[in-house]
């Protein structure tokens, strides 16, 4: 199986893919989320990981892309995020002047970056800017990214950890074009993920989720966001625990599309073990 992801070698994305399969085929370098997301719709031997949430930064706005393609989800990951500042070798603290990294990284290591007086410079990814500063060889530049990202460019790493806080994880999914789904076993948990547009009717929403509180169903997700080319239509992401088989499940699903206009189930996949911490 082959893996696609947004971003170069080096990116978290393909670090996250050579952590949880280390058997895959390829990974494929894609410059938008919209492209890995083609991909996986083309070909069935090709998935599409993505990140969907980050701890720290809230929700990546894939939400769109979800909709448009509607591809099976069958996994998630969540995966560590640790920055370390990547400079050509010989390089010390000293002689930075100027940091390059994709602007959720520069927030994440602000306090890091104050202190040391650096000059913000956003790039369109970690990987990316570790590439730039490896390509312009000098010493008053250096890159915030990943240790695989110094391998491969052949940067040193001048400190590691610099994000400000320690509790740093992406949450990442992977989509395919083949609709599967695991069998039921009561010693997994699970999660059912589906997007809904309600009725244009008063307390629309809440009516449409008495079934899940009834039905003692505990909801880990649940996002707006508007139909293209209006602010008065909605589609909701949304993510339940517990396997589409089970009776309260497909129960409290079945009480939730009387009040839809459309409804979509898009995967049913295996809990990370991350949510037992």
Known sequence: MKFAYQGIPGSYSESCIKENYP????TISCRTFQDAFEL???????KALVPEQNQLIGSINIETLILKYRLN??????????HSL??????QLKDIKNVYSHTAALSQTNSFIRENNFTENVMADTAGSAAYVAKQNDKS???????????IYGLEVI???????????????VFQKDVTQPNFSEKEKYITSFLFKLKNKPSALFQSLTGMSLRQVDMTKLQSFPEKGTFSSYFFFCEVQGHIVEEKISGALSDLELHCSEFQLLGVFKQSSFRNR
């Open 159 to 173: 400190s590691s950890k610099i994000q400000d806080e320690d509790e740093n994880y992406t949450r990442f999914l």
């Open 86 to 91: 990547l400079g050509i070798p010989g390089t």
């Open 141 to 151: 530049k250096a890159a915030i990214a990943s240790l695989h990202s110094a391998e």
């Open 23 to 26: 058997d895959c085929e390829k």
């Open 40 to 46: 996986a719709k083309n070909n069935n031997n090709v």
């Open 73 to 82: 989800i069958v996994a998630e990951h969540f995966f560590k995020i640790n």
